[in-house]
Structure formats: structure tokens, C-alpha cells
């Protein structure tokens, strides 16, 4: 099968970014990420999004070095976990992020949270602390882009108030069940690219019967339905997936359009599979 040539986004600063990812959330490290990277970018896929918390930067490292593809190529986004929000953890952790990754600079480094259980009291010190760390690898040509991770409107707000560089990417829940319209707009209106991690939601979206009679309409799954519906918004999903042949089919996204009607009916989906969770109350 030929692979997918995936389009692109362009970021804020310039910098290109395939418009569909590939998420490794919840990829066991060891062969299975391995396997299931390599089969990505068999697929098409030239844009691998990982965390320091996900454990599996080590297989995606390995994956891209396995791979037939050039590591220029591909766009590699790793994100600081809660425990590092202060300079030296940025520091310490990144360096640590790119030994695991087998890679001398990544594409996109996100922080993962704005407001660690940790740090409640005082989350915009320590976010603005780390800020100035990932502005500082920006600069040094360690990272391409930098951005954040689950921020609302509200710690974008207090990040601005000591940046000098705007975060190029939010990174949040968004599919048809939430679009989290209010920090979509805010981040539209200050040239933040929105990253749709969970594009699936947690596997009830393949349940919803609108979904069901759309995806036979277009003869397309239910992911393709509801990925290419991100894509029509603008949005950067990532989906996640170890099996070859469904890895295959969430890039297939390019060879057709839904209608804005049936746009509109998926909208209207609110609640059927699973909400964003509150930064600010989350355990961790």
C-alpha cells in the first residue's frame, strides 16, 4: 500500500507541522511502541507525539533510528512532565527527554499541565519559571516550537505575563463529545495551533449511532469520520492506535470532505463520550 502524504499546518513562528500526529498515549514501552511507531511511519505518518510521563520516549527513540525515515523528516514532540516545572527540571529533563529519544533536538516540547497538585499554590510562579527554561532551549535551536499542554484561557493569561514568546501549540481534549470552545476561540485569537489529543475520545465515540449512520453515509469509519471532522475544524488530531491496519486507516483522511450539515450534526454531540477534566483539580 502506498503511504499517505500528510499536509501541513504552519505554526506561529513558520515552522511546518503535519496536520494529523501520531499519539502514543498509553503505548506499553518495549515492542509493541517500537512496532507501532515503525508502523506509522510506514503508514505516512511524520509527526510522533510522546511525553516524559508516557515512559516510551526509549521506544520511540528506537523506532525513528529503526525506521527507513530520515529523522528530518519527522516532527517530534515530547512534553515536561508535573515534577520538573522549574528551570533546572526543564533543564535536567529535557536533556534526559533527548538521550531517551537518541536525538539531538525535538520538533515540539510541550508542558504537559499548567497547575500540578504539587504546586497549586503557586502554579503561575513555577509555570513562568519553566517558561523562560523552554524559551531559552527555543532559542538555542534545541526545540523547534514550543507550546503547552491542558492550559484554559485563564493560565494562558498569567504565562503572558512574563513570555516573550508566545506558546505555538495548546494540546487539549478535544472531540466531538468536547470541543472546549471557549479555549479554542482564545487560542485562535492569539495563533495558538490546537492539537486534539483523545480525537476518539475513550472508545465510546465508535457507540454513538449519529456517528454510526454518518460514517456509512461517507463509507468511512467512524475514526475517519470523526478525524477528518477535527481536521475540518482546524484542529491537529492526534490519534492513537498498535494495530497496523487501523493505524493505516486514521491517516487516510485526505480524499474527502463531510458536509457542513452533517459538520453541524457531529457538533451537536456534546457529552457522548467524556469531557476534558479540569486542570486546575486534577490528582497529580
Known amino acids: 500500500m502506498m503511504e499517505t502524504i500528510v499536509p501541513t499546518y504552519v505554526l506561529s513562528n513558520g515552522v511546518e507541522i503535519p496536520k494529523v500526529g501520531f499519539g502514543t498515549w498509553q503505548t506499553p514501552d518495549g515492542k509493541v511502541a517500537v512496532q507501532a511507531v515503525k508502523d506509522a511511519l510506514e503508514a505516512g505518518y511524520r509527526h510522533i507525539d510522546?511525553?516524559?510521563?508516557?515512559?516510551?520516549?526509549e521506544s520511540v527513540g528506537q523506532a525513528i533510528q529503526e525506521s527507513e525515515v530520515e529523522r528530518s523528516e519527522i516532527f517530534l514532540t515530547t512534553?515536561?512532565?508535573n515534577d520538573h516545572h522549574s528551570y533546572k527540571g526543564v533543564m535536567d529533563s529535557f536533556d534526559e527527554s533527548l538521550d531517551k529519544l537518541k536525538t539531538d533536538y525535538v520538533d515540539l516540547f510541550l508542558i504537559h499541565w499548567p497547575n500540578p497538585k504539587a504546586l497549586r499554590d503557586r502554579w503561575e510562579e513555577t509555570n513562568a519559571e519553566t517558561w523562560r527554561a523552554m524559551e531559552e532551549l527555543y532559542r538555542a535551536k534545541k526545540v523547534r516550537a514550543?507550546?503547552?499542554?491542558?492550559f484554559r484561557p485563564h493560565h494562558l493569561e498569567a504565562l503572558a505575563k512574563?513570555?516573550?514568546?508566545?506558546p505555538m501549540v495548546d494540546q487539549l481534549f478535544i472531540n466531538p463529545s468536547d470541543m472546549e470552545p471557549d479555549t479554542v476561540d482564545y487560542c485562535n485569537s492569539l495563533d495558538i495551533l490546537v492539537e486534539a489529543y483523545s480525537p476518539l475520545g475513550t472508545g465510546k465515540i465508535f457507540q454513538v449511532?449519529?456517528?454510526?449512520?454518518?460514517?456509512e453515509k461517507y463509507q468511512r469509519s467512524v475514526a475517519q469520520l470523526v478525524l477528518r471532522w477535527s481536521l475540518q475544524h482546524g484542529f491537529l488530531p492526534l490519534p492513537k492506535s498498535v494495530?497496523?491496519?487501523?493505524i493505516r486507516e486514521n491517516i487516510q483522511l485526505f480524499d474527502f470532505?463531510?458536509?457542513?450539515?452533517?459538520?453541524k450534526t457531529i457538533d451537536g454531540l456534546k457529552g457522548?463520550?467524556?469531557?476534558a477534566k479540569d486542570p486546575d483539580q486534577r490528582d497529580f
Do not use: F
Not at 510522546?50 to 520516549?57: H, K, V
Not at 512574563?162 to 508566545?166: P, R, S
Open 50 to 57: 510522546t511525553a516524559q510521563i508516557y515512559g516510551n520516549e
Open 79 to 81: 512534553k515536561l512532565w
Open 146 to 150: 514550543i507550546g503547552v499542554s491542558n
Open 162 to 166: 512574563t513570555a516573550d514568546i508566545n
Open 209 to 215: 449511532p449519529e456517528l454510526k449512520e454518518l460514517a
Open 243 to 246: 494495530h497496523r491496519d487501523r
Open 257 to 263: 470532505a463531510i458536509e457542513p450539515d452533517d459538520m
Open 272 to 275: 457522548c463520550a467524556g469531557s
